[in-house]
């Protein structure tokens, strides 16, 4: 079974900045293809912030363009997301994503959900 387990998350004034980490684990035979994060505000759906492949790929919502910034170790099977330029409507419960497999199937694996929140 995969883990992921994320940190980072909090209050911060706008404008401020934050950095969300995950750390995925699974065993000795477990890969990953492709890590991101999600946000979802109240009442609204689950959104891609950014994802990002094992090859260093990377795709952003047009929303966190230039502000947000994602990043992966394939070592330490971690992946980041620097977050500047913090908006009001960047404010929800953020979650770790990876697409990964311990056997010959590849599926999609959730974090607990970090929040981050907004607001001056």
């Known amino acids: 079974q995969v883990q992921l387990v994320e940190s980072g998350g909090g209050l911060v004034q706008p404008g401020g900045s934050l950095r969300l980490s995950c750390a995925a684990s699974?065993?000795?035979?477990?890969?990953?293809?492709?890590m991101g994060w999600y946000r979802q505000a109240p009442g609204k759906e689950r959104d891609l912030v950014a994802a990002i492949t094992s090859g260093g790929n990377t795709n952003y919502a047009d929303s966190v363009k230039g502000r947000f910034t994602i990043s992966r170790d394939n070592a330490k099977n971690t992946v980041n997301l620097q977050m500047n330029s913090l908006k009001p409507e960047d404010t929800a419960v953020y979650y770790c994503?990876?697409?990964?497999?311990?056997?010959?199937?590849?599926?999609?694996?959730w974090g607990q959900g970090t929040q981050v929140t907004v607001s001056s």
């Open positions: 699974g065993g000795s035979t477990f890969r990953i293809n492709t």
């Open positions: 994503n990876a697409n990964a497999a311990t056997g010959l199937a590849y599926r999609t694996y």
